[in-house]
Nanobody, 115 residues
Framework: QVQLVESGGGLVQAGGSLRLSCAAS????????RAWYRQAPGKQRELVAE???????NYADSVKGRFTISKDNAKNTMYLQMNSLRPEDTAVYYC?????????WGQGTQVTVSS
């Protein structure tokens, strides 16, 4: 069983930055993708960014050029650097990893951007 623990959320003014972290409890698992999702009130959960096992990345159009996903294998941690934040980025952010057999989700961290 893998546990994902997120941190780094909070309240920030528009134009500000935050960095989210997601630490995995287990090492040595074969991870196909690592991703960040978000869910705003009344909306469906949506993919924000993902990093594939070959190192390639994908981003939602709404965050391209502002957000950067990365990982540190030595620390078993993934990150989401969020710059130029907008009020519409307000949501609960979840990390997710997909292995060969299953998908694991973090508990979520709230990001609130004030105008």
């Amino acid at each position: 069983q893998v546990q994902l623990v997120e941190s780094g959320g909070g309240l920030v003014q528009a134009g500000g930055s935050l960095r989210l972290s997601c630490a995995a409890s287990s090492r040595g698992i074969v991870t196909l993708t690592r991703a960040w999702y978000r869910q705003a009130p009344g909306k469906q959960r949506e993919l924000v960014a993902e990093i594939i096992s070959d190192g390639s990345t994908n981003y939602a159009d709404s965050v391209k050029g502002r957000f950067t996903i990365s990982k540190d294998n030595a620390k078993n941690t993934m990150y989401l650097q969020m710059n130029s934040l907008r009020p519409e980025d307000t949501a609960v952010y979840y990390c997710r990893i997909r292995t060969l057999s299953t998908v694991y989700w973090g508990q979520g961290t709230q990001v609130t951007v004030s105008s």
